[in-house]
């Protein structure tokens, strides 16, 4: 009994030592009215890496300056105070006034962020005068590479009353005013991962308002770091190649899916968006009319055109109502009822094989084989090689497209699907669609027999992720090998549509195929007086430019698409573009000149100057932006 008596004094004798010496600070400052508060701490965003481990999007140090209603008293005061130390705009003051009256007292709100070390020090010093005001030095979003990546990673921004109205549960970190969270792409889609969770700090704060100290801080976890697909440096590259044309590329890799490059022109520096755009800057980008803040590389769904013409070969070479071997006669035009449906080629292309349909982009041949096939099985091998499927991947409003059949425009429209409809679902146009996204998996599934899905991440905080199991598409080989061989024609037979777009380098060799959509109506009397080239109607009213390939021939690896909106043809706008990106993805960087044809070197070498690219045998001392 008296041992346990004495463990029993010595316990009341070392926590009254405890109390009364350790901690008679903290206890004759809280009887001097000071108070602990406990402030949430902001994890570290995690990181987004390209597929070599370079940073695409990451934090900068950020010195801002917060405001807490209850501990500042007269909150009017204290900012106009305030404002005499930094600039503070009165959309500024507005906003924080705003903030401080819809939040919780006890809410620390944002006054001013990316301040210099100047100010921030200024309102250091300044401090016993500041009550409730506390200087912080946080991290902020940064994009280094600017508008190369603005379409896929998006950008964060802070929280809306809109985007915790779509939570039943919303992360206490969230209740911080201006607390930025994706918006869009992959800073939104991933947002759960990338955020991680809250540290807390306990800090005393005086009688005034002023914070005395911080008596103990608990880290946070930082976010998950990630690892996407995309090369930074052909990404860059095709960015630069698109310039202001309003267009959209996809390069995939032919075995496996991942998405080595993903862009669509012109772009925007999302960096503007994290530190708060101007109305000016907003209204230059969204009364662009090449619509800079679309991504078409997803979102734009395309009538196909004549890229379309292998889905309808395959769909009529499977249901074995055409041969490789049968020809059809063009004249340059099939009649239906009263209508004429034309081909390009106004004169016809007279007898034409499979091989020659592709090489040649005959219409007249694709008329005659939709007709015999029928739009449920075309509509069917479209969904088969990507066309009208939404993939997975962290981006927004990623298009569908639309491979319709008979009881798709029942549904849609209470109509009966008829022949015309058929006609021009045969070449691409009417009411088939296609993301450039979708033609990439189109020619990446063709050049491989595999049913390959895209793939943009490629690791979540260092653990990989899987590959989705590629099966066969369970077409016929000879089918494919014939299709294969017309693709081929097109780059380089002389008869070929993008014959002037071909790879010199046989080790490179592309094969591919043009298209052009319309995407006006041309009447029975403009045809007669001669079609309007594209070049004389205004930019809107230009056909859409495309051209979808794969390389190199022998041993596939990559799968490209290129969409150039109102560019006129795909031979002429479209084809030399994905020309350029397939040898750049090949070399891993810029070519040399021997792989074009010896008549465009000179042309290609002045192009690669203006944009400011050194080519591998040129001197040393130059400036590559890629």
Same mark, same amino acid.
């Given at each position: 009994?008296?041992?346990?008596?004495?463990? $029993?004094?010595? %316990?009341?004798?070392?926590?009254?030592?405890?109390?009364?010496?350790?901690?008679?600070?903290?206890?004759?400052?809280?009887?001097?009215?000071?108070?602990?508060?406990?402030?949430?701490?902001?994890?570290?965003?995690?990181?987004?890496?390209?597929?070599? *481990?370079?940073?695409?999007?990451?934090?900068?140090?950020?010195?801002?300056? %917060?405001?807490?209603?209850?501990?500042?008293?007269?909150?009017?005061? @204290?900012?106009?105070?305030?404002?005499?130390?930094?600039?503070?705009?009165?959309?500024?003051?507005?906003?924080?006034?705003?903030?401080?009256?819809?939040?919780?007292?006890?809410?620390?709100?944002?006054?001013?962020?990316?301040?210099?070390?100047?100010?921030?020090?200024?309102?250091?010093?300044?401090?016993?005068?500041?009550?409730?005001?506390?200087?912080?030095?946080?991290?902020?979003?940064?994009?280094?590479?600017?508008?190369?990546?603005?379409?896929?990673?998006?950008?964060?921004?802070?929280?809306?009353?809109?985007?915790?109205?779509?939570?039943?549960?919303?992360?206490?970190?969230?209740?911080?005013?201006?607390?930025?969270?994706?918006?869009?792409?992959?800073?939104?889609?991933?947002?759960?991962?990338?955020?991680?969770?809250?540290?807390?700090?306990?800090?005393?704060?005086?009688? %005034?308002?002023?914070?005395?100290?911080?008596? *103990?801080?608990?880290?946070?976890?930082? &976010?998950? +770091?990630?690892?996407? %697909?995309?090369?930074?440096?052909?990404?860059?590259?095709?960015?630069?190649?698109?310039?202001?044309?309003?267009?959209?590329?996809?390069?995939?890799?032919?075995?496996?899916?991942?998405?080595?490059?993903?862009?669509?022109?012109?772009?925007?520096?999302?960096?503007?968006?994290?530190?708060?755009?101007?109305?000016?800057?907003?209204?230059?980008?969204?009364?662009?009319?090449?619509?800079?803040?679309?991504?078409?590389? /997803?979102?734009?769904?395309?009538?196909?055109?004549?890229?379309?013409?292998?889905?309808?070969?395959?769909?009529?070479?499977?249901?074995?109502?055409?041969?490789?071997?049968?020809?059809?006669?063009?004249?340059? $035009?099939?009649?239906?009822?009263?209508?004429?449906?034309?081909?390009?080629?106004?004169?016809?292309?007279?007898?034409?094989?499979?091989?020659?349909?592709?090489?040649?982009?005959?219409?007249?041949?694709?008329?005659?084989?939709?007709?015999?096939?029928?739009?449920?099985?075309?509509?069917?091998?479209?969904?088969?090689?990507?066309?009208?499927?939404?993939?997975?991947?962290?981006?927004?409003?990623?298009?569908?497209?639309?491979?319709?059949?008979?009881?798709?425009?029942?549904?849609?429209?209470?109509?009966?699907?008829? /022949?015309?409809?058929?006609?021009?679902?045969?070449?691409?146009? !009417?009411?088939?669609?296609?993301?450039?996204?979708?033609?990439? @998996?189109?020619?990446?599934?063709?050049?491989?027999?595999?049913?390959?899905?895209?793939?943009?991440?490629?690791?979540?905080?260092?653990?990989?992720?899987?590959?989705?199991?590629?099966?066969?598409?369970?077409?016929?080989?000879?089918?494919?090998?014939?299709?294969?061989? !017309?693709?081929?024609?097109?780059?380089?037979?002389?008869?070929?549509?993008?014959?002037?777009?071909?790879?010199?380098?046989?080790?490179?060799?592309?094969?591919?195929?043009?298209?052009?959509?319309?995407?006006?109506?041309?009447?029975?009397?403009?045809?007669?007086?001669? /079609?309007?080239?594209?070049?004389?109607?205004?930019?809107?009213?230009?056909?859409?430019?495309?051209?979808?390939?794969?390389?190199?021939?022998?041993?596939?690896?990559?799968?490209?698409?290129?969409?150039?909106?109102?560019?006129?043809? *795909?031979?002429?706008?479209?084809?030399?573009?994905?020309? +350029?990106?397939?040898?750049?993805?090949?070399?891993?960087?810029?070519?040399?000149?021997?792989?074009?044809?010896?008549?465009?070197?000179?042309?290609?070498?002045?192009?690669?100057?203006?944009?400011?690219?050194?080519?591998?045998?040129?001197?040393? &001392?130059?400036?590559?932006?890629?």
């Amino acid at each position: 009994m008296a041992s346990v008596q004495g463990v $029993f004094v010595g %316990t009341l004798v070392f926590r009254m030592r405890y109390l009364q010496l350790d901690q008679a600070d903290e206890f004759r400052l809280l009887a001097e009215e000071n108070s602990i508060k406990i402030r949430l701490l902001p994890p570290a965003r995690g990181l987004i890496h390209d597929r070599k *481990g370079a940073v695409i999007a990451g934090n900068e140090q950020n010195y801002r300056i %917060t405001i807490t209603r209850e501990d500042a008293g007269d909150t009017d005061e @204290v900012l106009s105070r305030l404002s005499q130390l930094v600039p503070l705009s009165d959309e500024d003051l507005d906003r924080a006034k705003k903030e401080i009256a819809r939040r919780s007292p006890t809410l620390p709100i944002t006054v001013a962020d990316r301040l210099s070390w100047e100010e921030f020090s200024r309102v250091a010093v300044n401090a016993p005068a500041l009550p409730g005001v506390t200087t912080e030095v946080g991290l902020s979003r940064y994009y280094p590479l600017g508008a190369d990546f603005a379409h896929m990673l998006g950008y964060v921004g802070p929280v809306s009353d809109y985007d915790l109205s779509k939570l039943d549960d919303p992360d206490p970190l969230l209740q911080i005013p201006r607390f930025q969270i994706g918006k869009i792409g992959v800073e939104a889609k991933l947002e759960s991962e990338l955020r991680g969770t809250a540290g807390t700090r306990r800090i005393e704060v005086s009688s %005034t308002g002023r914070v005395m100290r911080e008596l *103990g801080r608990k880290e946070g976890d930082p &976010g998950a +770091d990630v690892q996407l %697909t995309v090369d930074r440096h052909l990404q860059n590259y095709i960015q630069a190649r698109l310039g202001e044309d309003s267009a959209a590329a996809v390069v995939m890799d032919v075995r496996n899916g991942d998405i080595l490059a993903i862009n669509s022109a012109p772009s925007f520096d999302p960096n503007l968006f994290v530190r708060g755009i101007t109305a000016v800057d907003y209204r230059a980008l969204t009364e662009n009319i090449r619509r800079p803040l679309a991504d078409k590389s /997803v979102q734009g769904a395309y009538p196909p055109g004549s890229t379309f013409k292998m889905v309808v070969a395959l769909a009529a070479l499977e249901a074995g109502v055409i041969g490789t071997q049968d020809t059809f006669y063009c004249r340059g $035009f099939v009649k239906l009822g009263t209508r004429r449906f034309h081909c390009w080629k106004r004169a016809g292309h007279g007898h034409v094989d499979l091989n020659e349909s592709l090489q040649q982009s005959c219409d007249v041949f694709y008329y005659e084989v939709a007709q015999r096939v029928g739009i449920d099985a075309i509509a069917a091998m479209a969904r088969r090689l990507g066309i009208g499927a939404r993939f997975d991947l962290p981006m927004s409003a990623v298009s569908e497209g639309l491979a319709p059949d008979k009881d798709w425009k029942l549904r849609k429209y209470g109509e009966d699907w008829r /022949v015309g409809d058929t006609l021009n679902s045969g070449i691409g146009q !009417g009411y088939v669609l296609a993301s450039p996204l979708q033609l990439a @998996v189109m020619s990446a599934r063709i050049a491989s027999g595999l049913a390959v899905t895209p793939r943009l991440v490629r690791a979540i905080d260092g653990q990989d992720v899987p590959l989705p199991e590629a099966l066969p598409l369970g077409l016929n080989n000879a089918h494919l090998a014939a299709v294969r061989r !017309g693709m081929f024609d097109v780059s380089n037979s002389r008869r070929g549509t993008a014959y002037g777009s071909r790879i010199v380098d046989d080790a490179m060799r592309m094969a591919g195929k043009t298209g052009t959509s319309q995407v006006r109506n041309i009447t029975a009397a403009e045809r007669a007086r001669g /079609v309007t080239r594209n070049e004389d109607l205004p930019w809107e009213r230009r056909d859409h430019a495309l051209f979808v390939c794969y390389a190199p021939v022998d041993a596939p690896q990559v799968a490209v698409s290129v969409v150039v909106e109102h560019g006129g043809g *795909g031979s002429a706008a479209a084809a030399p573009i994905a020309r +350029d990106i397939v040898l750049q993805a090949l070399h891993g960087g810029l070519p040399p000149l021997t792989a074009y044809p010896e008549s465009q070197r000179v042309r290609i070498e002045s192009e690669r100057e203006r944009l400011n690219l050194i080519a591998p045998d040129a001197p040393k &001392g130059g400036r590559s932006r890629a």
